[in-house]
């Protein structure tokens, strides 16, 4: 059969979008990049490019016929991968290609890796089984020496099944990957999605390594596994700053060494500074293996401020936080970034834009990604890909859909843990799945106890780990630290603006729609002074927003999912990240706090055109804003309202200045609509737990004149608390005037 070959001609299937990597993308140098950055050796053959793919029913083997060529390693369903195509939990995908061992080779080990497959992988080599594996998001390797001719090709075949979130299956970590993409679930990646490559290593050698910073004591604590007999080596290991050698150690296979680092440079978002690694594996004959590595000088913990708040501090200091929620998707190449250069345009971005950290979201990205963002100080937290938990699983399988998550989740910890910018594992996100939440946490922490742990990311709070998380939409909120865990805020925000022409589909959604840039960033400008309110009262020490970009129907991020356009002036983002508010107006104070504001009101049907200016509203009851319950969260009660609907009218005066930019400050609980002069000016669904500002349809923002001007409102309440109150608002900054700027 023929080989598939890395420079054979091959073409992107047309996507619904396209970034500016799409067109660079060919089989000669789709991720030439070597995938291990903390554990490299000099000599390896990648194996990325064109390989033959069959779909086939799973009960079906390889038949030896293609469907077609494939460009590895893009998720079948992409673009990239030149298929795009649906792959079903009945079907199995087979991927095929040939491959020449050097002859420099011979008489070496020859591993073959695989960087992520997603989920359950077989693999042949010239016909003999290899290996399977089972994980979607952890880096495994087979052996494959015994499998291999003497010389010429060697036929690679490899099997995969995923079931994602099927009926067939589907119990297995997913993330957000859906065979009914829509909402905040994206479509799925099937198969190979990262490198594959190939490595030649003597018979004992390196397998792994595990480093630990000590800044306390100014020491590196390292292990060296050795894959193989051991009796008779040592290990070397040399710390360099700008190659030069600041230590050295020696000692044995699989047991840790500590170097003792002189006047220790520490890593931080400000100054990552990175040391350099060289591990060399010796037996009486000389060096047998050396890999190359770094390591950053870095500590992690929860304590008291000068305050006595609990914070999170960084190399013993307390670090405030600003981040963004990533979801690691992209148009073209789904879970795979186009290239090296698209990954580190995402995170070249948002440091450049003041944010300091990002939280990786159920998913898990290539070493690369991490080691970029060691190289440029990003903090990350790195969520563990969730998992379904049908409530009707018999016990069999609920402790093999519970024992698949555990195996993944340690080995995402194991595979990562020496990169410096993960600070934090979070297992479980809204109760995505979880389970055993106490126990998950104390395994993490045996694990690795460098680390903090953010139990479950929103909702469902088990009351242990490290931090106390909230999801506030939009927000922000905090929750209060307690004394042995501090308080973040895992995500807020999710303001909408779609751009024409950098959208997946027609129709795009975010928790908050806006109209234009100018609103957007005026709203984050705001969301983010009352952050760092919360910094100070009650003692927030971290706030994600939701997020780095769009992704498919969802555009809420700060760029387009092409990543073509951030959404909103860079200028004013990057101060208010900092902290710095200047520019921006204070948030208004609803006017019910000081005045009284008379409605006309009923809570009985009022009829056809209620919202009519010339209606009869004479029949009606007056009262003071607001109108709901007591106790109800952000609510400012004049006028108890417990029925399931209420209908309100008043007349409000409009002058020229705020007409130059008029918006609405409204708190409702739940469902409410908004008409000015007769015209829908706003609508939502649901409840909010504070007052904010949202924009006025320009359809009815053209009925707005001086004088009198007709505000109607309706608001359905259907279980908890209630409330709703609306008013006028005008804003004018250096936002507005500022947020067209690029």
């Known amino acids: 059969m023929q080989s598939c070959v890395r420079g054979e001609e091959w073409h992107a299937a047309p996507g619904p979008l396209k970034t500016r990597w799409t067109d660079s993308v060919s089989p000669t140098n789709d991720h030439p990049e070597y995938p291990r950055p903390q554990m490299q ?16 029913p799973k009960e079906a083997a390889w038949s030896g016929t293609a469907d077609g060529r494939i460009l590895v390693p893009f998720p079948i369903e992409s673009a990239l991968s030149g298929v795009m195509r649906s792959v079903l939990p009945s079907e199995h995908v087979w991927y095929h290609r040939t491959f020449e061992v050097p002859s420099s080779w011979h008489g070496k080990r020859v591993l073959l890796h695989f960087g992520a497959v997603d989920w359950e992988t077989n693999v042949w080599v010239n016909g003999k089984k290899v290996g399977t594996h089972r994980g979607g998001y952890d880096p495994f390797t087979f052996d494959i020496t015994d499998a291999l001719k003497s010389s010429g090709p060697q036929d690679l075949l490899v099997s995969v099944y995923d079931p994602t979130d099927g009926e067939e299956g589907g119990l297995q970590p997913h993330g957000k990957q859906t065979l009914h993409p829509g909402g905040i679930m994206y479509t799925p990646t099937t198969g190979i999605w990262q490198t594959v490559w190939l490595e030649p290593v003597p018979s004992t050698y390196i397998s792994d390594l595990k480093i630990v910073p000590d800044i306390d004591r100014a020491q590196l604590h390292l292990t060296v596994f050795v894959n193989g007999p051991t009796t008779g080596y040592e290990v070397e290991a040399q710390a360099t700053e700008q190659d030069h050698v600041v230590a050295r150690g020696v000692g044995a296979p699989n047991t840790e060494l500590t170097l003792s680092i002189p006047d220790e440079k520490l890593w931080s978002p400000d100054e990552p500074f990175l040391y350099g690694l060289t591990v060399t594996l010796r037996n009486a004959d000389g060096a047998v293996d050396t890999v190359k590595s770094y390591f950053g000088m870095r500590k992690i913990s929860i304590g008291p401020d000068e305050k006595g708040i609990t914070r999170i501090l960084l190399n013993n200091k307390p670090i405030f936080q600003i981040g963004l929620l990533d979801q690691g998707f992209w148009p073209d190449g789904l879970y795979t970034a186009p290239s090296e250069a698209a990954m580190r345009y995402d995170l070249e971005t948002i440091k450049r834009l003041g944010f300091n950290l990002l939280r990786k979201h159920v998913k898990v990205e290539p070493e690369v990604w991490y080691s970029l963002c060691d190289h440029l100080g990003i903090l990350v937290w790195q969520d563990m890909p969730s998992a379904s938990r049908p409530a ?24 990562h843990w020496n990169h410096p910018c993960i600070i934090m594992w979070v297992p479980f996100n809204e109760g995505w799945g979880q389970f055993d939440t106490p126990q998950i946490v ?7 106890p460098s680390r903090l742990v953010d139990n479950a990311s929103g909702w469902t709070d088990a009351g242990v780990g490290d931090v106390i998380d909230m999801h506030n939409y939009p927000g922000p909120g905090s929750p209060k630290p307690e004394p042995h865990r501090a308080a973040v805020l895992g995500e807020f925000g999710g303001l909408g603006f779609a751009i024409k022409g950098h959208t997946w589909s027609q129709k795009s959604w975010g928790y908050q729609g806006l109209p234009n840039r100018e609103m957007l960033t005026l709203r984050y400008a705001q969301l983010l002074q009352k952050v760092w309110q919360l910094r100070e009262n009650p003692g927030l020490c971290a706030a994600v927003y939701t997020q780095l970009s769009d992704v498919e129907t969802e555009c809420n991020g700060i760029m387009t999912y ?18 710095k508010f200047d520019n921006v107006p204070p948030f208004p104070e609803p006017a019910v706090l000081t005045k009284t504001i008379l409605w006309r009101y009923t809570t009985k049907s009022p009829g056809e055109g209620w919202f009519l200016p010339g209606f009869d509203d004479s029949g009606w009851k007056e009262g003071p804003a607001g109108f709901g319950t007591q106790g109800t969260p952000g609510a400012i009660v004049h006028t108890e309202w417990n029925t399931d609907d209420i209908w309100l009218r008043r007349t409000v005066d409009l ?14 609980d739940e469902d409410v609509q908004v008409y000015i002069n007769g015209v829908l000016a706003f609508e939502e669904p649901g409840f909010l737990t504070e007052y904010e500002v949202v924009p006025i349809r320009p359809e009815a923002l053209k009925t707005l004149h001086p004088g009198p001007n007709l505000l109607a409102v309706h608001c359905h309440q259907t279980t908890g608390g209630q409330y709703v109150d609306v008013e006028f608002v005008g804003e004018a900054s250096e936002v507005e005037k500022t947020a067209h700027a690029k």
């Open 392 to 415: 009707n699983l018999d016990s069999e399988m609920l402790a093999q859909r519970d024992q698949e998550f555990e195996n993944e989740l340690k080995a995402m910890i194991r595979t």
């Open 562 to 579: 092409d990543r073509a356009e951030i959404k909103m002036n860079p200028k004013i983002m990057t101060e208010v990240n900092q902290g």
């Open 655 to 668: 002058n020229a200045d705020l007409l130059k930019h008029p918006l609405l400050l409204i708190h409702h």
């Open 442 to 448: 104390s395994m993490i922490k045996k694990l690795d």
């Open 41 to 56: 050796r000099s000599v390896w053959q990648n194996l990325n490019g064109l390989w033959e793919y069959a779909i086939l």
